[in-house]
Nanobody
Framework: QVQLVESGGGLVQPGGSLRLSCAASGSIFSINVMGWYRQAPGKQRELVAVITSGGSTNYADAVKGRFTISRDNAKNTVYLQMNSLKPEDTAVYYC???????????????WGKGTLVTVSS
């Protein structure tokens, strides 16, 4: 099994910055895509940003130019640097990773439990 643990959420004023981290642990053979999703109250979970093991990235239009996703493959950790935060960025942010536990298994998507980001004055 693979566990994902997020950290770095909190309360920040509009225009401020936060950095989220997500560390994967457990029986990991390899991790392919890692990403961040978010779910605001009363809304569906949505993609924020993803990054492949090779470093290719993709962002939701709503965060392009403000958020930056990165990863440390040696530490099985993905980061989300969030700048110029807006009240509409308020949500629970979830980490996601496609990992396999041995060379013969398929990749399985795992989720963290989420970390709350609140943008408010």
């Amino acid at each position: 099994q693979v566990q994902l643990v997020e950290s770095g959420g909190g309360l920040v004023q509009p225009g401020g910055s936060l950095r989220l981290s997500c560390a994967a642990s457990g029986s990991i053979f390899s991790i392919n895509v890692m990403g961040w999703y978010r779910q605001a109250p009363g809304k569906q979970r949505e993609l924020v940003a993803v990054i492949t093991s090779g470093g290719s990235t993709n962002y939701a239009d709503a965060v392009k130019g403000r958020f930056t996703i990165s990863r440390d493959n040696a530490k099985n950790t993905v980061y989300l640097q969030m700048n110029s935060l807006k009240p509409e960025d308020t949500a629970v942010y979830y980490c996601n990773a496609a990992a396999r536990t041995n060379r013969y298994s398929d990749y399985v998507f795992y989720w963290g439990k989420g970390t709350l980001v609140t943008v408010s004055s």
